[in-house]
């Protein structure tokens, strides 16, 4: 006889919607609550509401929201337990909430981080142009400054040329001079704001002043226009007056910034005045923009009493520019004029795809595979345990010939290659801070601030190729009218090359005291010094002494590149003096014999206008796209032809024509050159035209 099946358990009657108000603590409460509001809506219409009756109204709104929570927790209990009567329903939704639903909720994440992250990059952008145009404001007043302190007589003349200057970038800038005893020097149109009286009060105490002015705008409350200020004293204290410069953040600057960042500057609005600029911001912004706006705050000052206040800057951009400008930086071409960030966006979008239908295809098949699933999940959950407890040594046992499979072998390489990705995140950090500690020690090196040497003008630079070079020079005084000048090429670089720098800067402070020769001192560096260089380095460099008293330079030259040195007057042009001498620090035998007896020491007669030129080889080797180098040459010829400049411009000349000829091409050396001209001093005679 056959056995009949059991029958299955009849599930427990379930209670009505009317049972359930009627017959239940959380339905009468509901009932009551609602009734309540009912009746203080009614009131509320017809008279204000007494203190107590607003209360006794928030306690009915408490409960009316504690009902409905019940309410909703006993629907899903209900819903459970029909939906979830069978496995099969089970497993579908298991899959559905495993598959589904964290796919959506992490694509609404992506979505919302990506616009988190443009917001926040449009904001940085812009931030960056608006103090890239501070900079220019500072700049160009710092260098009026410079030049009105070092001859006054011509200040309109100074603040028609950096006025000049300047306008190509900024049509609206102006550029005043407020000289001590009241009056000024203008040049621009000064239609921003109107031009300033004098220093005011406020900034007396300080050394300047540089940042934004909020100008209101008619008509509009809570809207302000921008003015990007600077103002820097001229002569200690502002003893000689003050130099101010006005650019207008018009839209011939913001067209530029937008072209420079990606990012558009809609409105200002003051945030004294809240209430009037969300009105306006929220009239003015487009509904169907919600991933292309952003929001950045700046700090404005009133100028005749120094009160800070902040101003919200309301900015628009388009995905598709800021991610052009963004991604235009990546010069790698892949294909056929294909970026390598195109490239990877495209890749992007074909995973999605294929996530998508893989998607699919785990719920069609999902009720076949419901034993092995159930492991293997459990198996990876394990293991996504163990790697968030920080172990990436555990592996996933899955002996399944399927994708199962497969994915078991793609986590224990991704916990292999995190691992391995952690120790080079490691080894990276630490070079980063070897090399910021290399540069914090190459930068402490080099001469912090201008030479004020009577007699001379003294300029320098120092463009490291990489973040730490091996480049550097120095001053060293030696007395009230001796100079003595240092240039010098370490060879490599890395933090080695800035700590030889280091020793080197020690030993020659040390021995210019002693020795007044360059020959002699340069000996006995390579003396004291090759005994702490490694086999693989060496060290050429150039030491002048400068005597304004007998206007005579004296110099050696150890394998550095030639002196430059230009006559006043000179019709010859430039010459190029490259007395013998043998590189410092070879570690070979007989090597410091060799040095002494190759190295000698030039002397050169001095007048006013004459120009002195060292620099390291990155100047003269420096490469086009060709490979062609710049040449000692087209430098001699260059100093030739501008050596009636102070030494300020012909460094920047000299720059420029470097930059024009070098073009897109990348700097593969470091770059570090000295300019000396021969000023107008007691000491130093004119020359007599022969």
Not at 606 to 623: F, K, N, P, Q, S
């Amino acid at each position: 006889m056959a056995r009949r099946p059991l029958p299955r358990p009849a599930a427990a009657p379930q209670p009505t919607a009317r049972a359930l108000l009627l017959r239940t603590w959380p339905g009468r409460v509901f009932i009551g609550a609602a009734a309540v509001k009912f009746v203080f809506a009614i009131w509320r219409v017809a008279a204000d509401l007494p203190a107590a009756a607003r209360v006794v109204s928030g306690g009915a709104t408490i409960a009316l929201a504690v009902a409905l929570v019940m309410f909703v927790w006993r629907l899903f209990v209900q819903v459970k337990r029909r939906l979830l009567w069978r496995v099969r329903r089970k497993l579908i939704l298991s899959y559905i909430f495993i598959g589904v639903i964290p796919s959506l909720l992490i694509l609404v994440f992506f979505l919302f981080a990506g616009s988190l992250v443009f917001m926040n990059v449009s904001a940085y952008l812009f931030r960056d142009g608006y103090e890239k145009v501070i900079e220019d404001a500072r700049v160009s007043a710092q260098a009026a400054a410079m030049e009105i302190v070092r001859e006054p007589a011509r200040a309109a003349e100074t603040i028609d040329r950096v006025h000049r200057i300047r306008s190509d970038g900024y049509p609206d800038v102006s550029v005043g001079y407020l000289a001590p005893d009241g009056t000024s020097v203008l040049a621009g149109p000064w239609k921003a704001l109107p031009v300033p009286d004098g220093v005011p009060p406020w900034l007396a105490a300080r050394d300047g002043f540089q940042g934004a002015i909020g100008v209101p705008v008619k008509d509009a409350a809570g809207e302000e226009d921008l003015v990007v200020r600077t103002l820097v004293k001229v002569g200690p204290g502002g003893a000689a007056g003050a130099v101010v410069v006005d650019i207008p953040l018009d839209e011939q600057v913001l067209h530029q910034v937008y072209v420079n960042t990606g990012v558009r500057l809609e409105n200002v609005f003051d945030t004294r005045e809240e209430s009037a600029a969300a009105t306006r911001g929220s009239q003015g912004g487009r509904s169907a923009a919600f991933f292309e706006n952003s929001l950045a705050r700046v700090n404005v000052f009133d100028w005749k009493t120094g009160g800070e206040h902040h101003d919200t800057l309301v900015l628009a951009y388009r995905l598709r520019d800021l991610y052009s400008h963004l991604s235009s930086a990546q010069a790698i071409v892949v294909r056929d004029g294909m970026r390598l960030s195109d490239a990877l966006l495209y890749f992007l979008i074909v995973v999605g795809v294929l996530f998508l239908i893989i998607e699919a295809a785990a719920l069609t098949m999902g009720l076949a595979l419901a034993r092995s699933i159930t492991s293997s999940v459990h198996e990876l959950f394990m293991g996504t345990e163990r790697v968030r407890q920080g172990d990436f040594t555990h592996r996933i046992d899955i002996q399944s010939k399927d994708q199962l499979g497969e994915l078991a072998d793609s986590f224990n390489q991704m916990t292999g290659s995190i691992e391995n990705l952690l120790q080079t995140a490691a080894e990276k950090k630490r070079l980063e801070e070897e090399l910021r500690i290399a540069r914090q020690i190459q930068m402490s090196l080099l001469p912090r601030g201008p030479l004020d040497f009577p007699g001379l003008g003294v300029t320098a630079l120092c463009v490291p190729a990489r973040e730490v070079g091996g480049d550097y020079y120095d001053f060293f005084p030696l007395g009230p009218k001796r100079l003595g000048v240092l240039i010098a090429d370490v060879s490599g670089k890395g933090t080695s090359a800035a700590l030889y720098m280091a020793e080197l800067k020690g030993l020659v402070l040390s021995l210019s005291q002693i020795y007044q020769s360059p020959r002699q001192l340069l000996i006995e560096v390579n003396r004291i010094i090759s005994d702490n260089l490694d086999t693989r380095s060496f060290i050429t460099m150039t030491y002048a002494v400068i005597d304004l008293d007998a206007c005579v330079m004296t110099f050696a030259r150890a394998g550095h590149t030639p002196v430059v040195f230009l006559k006043d007057g000179d019709v010859r042009g430039a010459q190029s003096l490259l007395p013998n001498g043998l590189v410092v620090g070879l570690r070979i035998p007989g090597a410091h014999e060799k040095f002494v007896e190759l190295l000698e020491e030039q002397r050169i007669d001095l007048a006013r206008g004459d120009v002195i030129a060292l620099y390291t080889d990155g100047i003269t080797e420096a490469m086009d796209a060709r490979s062609d180098l710049f040449g000692d040459a087209r430098l001699s010829r260059l100093i030739a032809e501008h050596g009636h400049l102070d030494a300020a411009d012909l460094r920047e000349r000299i720059l420029r024509e470097i930059e024009a000829f070098v073009g897109q091409a990348d700097q593969h050396d470091d770059m570090t050159m000295i300019l000396i001209k021969v000023e107008t001093a007691a000491a130093v005679p004119e020359r007599v035209a022969v």
